[in-house]
């Protein structure tokens, strides 16, 4: 049975570069992660790895993650022989700060990413960094994130030239709070606290630079249906552009689940049916926090500042090197960007490391080229496939689901075909103009079990068609457990 589509060409709305962020957090002796891409000899981020970025094409890049509970970010500047090495309290093992704010912002301009900052929040008021076990006192204040606001883009500031940047950054983007809700009571702030804090703390740095938009915490308390972003928005509504959330939930919904270890190899197909049922967490969860911050009557927009696939072992499960979970990443990415109206910041995965499966980029030893795991390869698909403004497409027609975007005369349709099994014969039209030239990249493995690794890292290098227009309309058999995009050229 073939299916068609009808799509209006006319732009609904701006999508925004930031929509395909990626997130930085230091992580220790869990997984080698920022220092591992850091080349100590020559004092530089490993070019093979900066070459393998810009493929990637992050719109953004955050640094932030529990680590900013903790983090000073002045032991990371200055003389690389002053600086103070930090203890890693959640993540185990010592930070050099050799990478501290010039390196992460150096990163972001090598690879043209708009840098996201998140700041220390007063330790999100969790005990175990306010006062630590070796007896620092770890949390941040508002004075504190106000000058790293200064330092980073007060275009006189002294310090930030004495130390070998001129020219002021500019950062627009910053986050206050992270994970804020989510410890168990009495370990970190209250709702409330976490409202009036968060707007001690933008007002503060607001009046270092008025001209900077501000992401706050407003994702569910843990364990409850309580969410904190009404209370922000109440509290500090003017000061929040974003309300910020974590697609932390995607793990197995069943008891005797077989997404654990690599028992999924066994039954394909009831791993997928079990990826569809995490699938309807996420776009609940969206819907949810949609319809609480547009209820408040609020302009701002939804962070995804944070979110992967939850799997056991904890973040190394084998599945993630493997197309079944590339396939179900670009289900997500094309959620977020039907939403995108919304949904101006989000990200799939964990950036990059050693040792996480969870990561966008495996990293590897030394003498190991850097490779994109398949959840890297979906938002590099969709970010360099894709348009400046977003159409009206509908979710979903039999097991194809769509989201579209365009730019000038460029048309772009993120298709996913959801069976397994079965190819999907396809016409598209549009409702108005005309179709010049169709052109279709397209991923397809032929095997749910295709995977990556520092021997093969080109498995999902996207294959280039022509595809034929009569009568203004496309027809294309979209192969099974697909994923493509279909460029039409407007005349």
Request: proline share 5%; with cysteine; glycine share 6%.
């Amino acid at each position: 049975m073939s299916y068609n589509i009808e799509i209006n060409p006319t732009p609904r709305f701006e999508k925004a570069p930031t929509l395909y962020m990626q997130f930085m957090e230091p992580l220790g002796t869990t997984d080698s992660s920022v220092e591992a891409a850091w080349d100590f000899t020559q004092n530089r981020w490993r070019p093979q790895f900066i070459e393998l970025l810009r493929e990637l094409g992050p719109g953004c890049i955050r640094w932030g993650g529990i680590l900013t509970s903790f983090w000073k970010w002045r032991e990371g500047i200055g003389s690389r022989d002053q600086r103070k090495p930090m203890l890693n309290y959640l993540w185990g093992g010592l930070e050099s700060n050799q990478v501290g704010i010039h390196e992460i912002l150096d990163l972001c301009q090598q690879v043209q990413a708009e840098p996201l900052m998140a700041v220390n929040f007063a330790a999100d008021g969790r005990p175990a960094y306010i006062n630590t076990v070796t007896g620092e006192k770890r949390a941040g204040t508002a004075e504190e994130a106000a000058e790293l606001v200064s330092y980073c883009n007060d275009p006189d500031h002294p310090e930030r030239s004495a130390n070998g940047q001129a020219a002021p950054w500019g950062i627009n983007l910053w986050q206050i709070g992270n994970e804020t809700s989510y410890p168990k009571g009495g370990q970190r702030f209250t709702m409330t606290e976490n409202a009036q804090k968060y707007l001690e703390f933008a007002k503060a740095m607001r009046a270092r630079d008025n001209s900077i938009q501000l992401v706050g915490w407003g994702d569910e308390q843990r364990d409850s249906d309580e969410w904190w972003a009404p209370e922000l928005l109440a509290t500090a509504g003017e000061y929040v552009d974003y309300v910020a959330v974590h697609m932390m939930h995607q793990h197995p919904k069943r008891e005797n689940t077989i997404l654990i270890s690599n028992d999924y190899a066994h039954d394909y197909d009831c791993a997928w049916e079990e990826l569809d049922e995490i699938y309807d967490l996420v776009e609940t969860k969206l819907t949810t926090i949609r319809q609480i911050v547009e209820g408040t009557g609020s302009d701002a927009k939804l962070a995804i500042t944070e979110g992967h696939l939850s799997l056991k072992p904890h973040n190394t499960n084998p599945l993630l090197y493997e197309w079944l979970s590339g396939l179900y990443h670009a289900r997500i990415m094309a959620l977020y960007e039907r939403n995108s109206d919304f949904v101006k910041i989000s990200t799939l995965a964990d950036f990059f490391g050693t040792r996480w499966t969870v990561n966008a980029v495996m990293l590897g030893g030394p003498h190991q080229d850097a490779y994109l795991m398949p959840v890297g390869v979906i938002m590099s698909f969709f970010k360099k496939y894709s348009g400046e403004q977003g159409l009206e497409v509908p979710a979903r027609v039999g097991a194809l689901e769509f989201s579209a975007s365009r730019t000038d005369d460029s048309v772009y349709v993120h298709i996913v075909n959801t069976d397994l099994h079965h190819a999907q014969p396809f016409d598209i039209k549009l409702s108005e103009g005309t179709i010049q030239k169709a052109t279709v990249y397209e991923i397809a493995p032929g095997d749910l079990s295709a995977s990556v690794d520092h021997q093969k890292p080109n498995t999902f290098t996207p294959t280039e068609h022509t595809a034929s227009v009569t009568e203004n309309q496309v027809n294309w058999e979209f192969p099974p457990a697909s994923v493509s995009v279909v460029q039409l050229q407007l005349a």
